[in-house]
């Protein structure tokens, strides 16, 4: 079955104390992106790559950090969370063929940061 | 300002009461608007593309049409599964490699038995 895979689903954590969140597909996709949902902010890009090896900022990349080693695999780390990085995420991937495609979206992780 | 805006934020149906969702753009250059249903605590799930205004798709109850300002979601006798928010999203003009796209804030469309 096609799909993105993200672990952990939920997620309790302190100020300051790293993390990562973990995102993996299976369709052999080159494109993989990071979200944060918010109210009343919808999605916002956090960062994106195009290809192992290559990432680049969104548009709010700020507290977050992000690796492609593996085509398959797209973690997200926060080296040093803070409550304003509590919210929804969701790892997204894509082929490579311009706009003429979909993205799929992983199942979400919510991160609480006290 | 690039920007999308749905309406209504919210949209209380009974089940089979037909009604519309509607997505208005201002980007230039449209590339593309792209729905999508975003199920309770989980992610979008896609659901169509239009590319050019007059561009229709079908989906079993579901409808999307496009203009060149705007792109509108028609939900006929609709049934109570399909409650969830809608999303309608296009790609950032000169976003070069990136996909990245503008979203709208959704209409949570909630469909009573």
């Known amino acids: 079955e096609a799909q993105v895979t993200q672990n952990p689903r939920y997620l309790i954590t302190v100020t300051g104390k790293k993390l990562t969140v973990t995102c993996s597909q299976n369709?052999?996709?080159?494109?993989m992106s990071w979200y944060r949902q918010d109210p009343g902010l919808g999605l916002r890009q956090i960062y994106y790559s195009m290809n192992v090896e290559v990432t680049d900022k969104g548009d709010v990349p700020e507290g977050y950090k992000v690796s492609r080693k593996e085509k398959r695999n797209f973690p997200l780390i926060l080296e040093s969370p803070s409550p304003n990085q509590t919210s929804l995420y969701f790892c997204?991937?894509?082929?490579?063929?311009?706009?003429?495609?979909?993205?799929?979206f992983g199942p979400g992780t919510r991160l609480l940061v006290l | 300002e690039d920007q999308v805006t749905q309406s209504p934020e919210a949209l209380r149906l009974q089940e089979g009461e037909s009604s519309s969702l509607n997505c208005s753009y201002t980007?230039?250059?449209?590339?593309?608007l792209f729905w999508y249903r975003q199920d309770p605590g989980k992610g979008p799930e896609f659901l169509f593309t239009l590319y050019s205004a007059g561009e229709e798709k079908e989906k079993e109850r579901l409808k999307a049409t496009l203009t060149k300002k705007e792109s509108f979601l028609h939900i006929t006798a609709p049934k109570p599964e399909d409650s969830a928010t809608y999303l309608c999203a296009v790609p950032k003009p000169n976003a070069g490699n990136n996909r990245k796209l503008i979203w709208g804030l959704g209409t949570s469309l909630a469909v009573n038995p």
């Open positions: 369709m052999n996709h080159e494109y």
């Open positions: 997204a991937s894509s082929s490579r063929d311009g706009f003429k495609e979909t993205q799929y």
């Open positions: 980007v230039s250059g449209l590339r593309g």
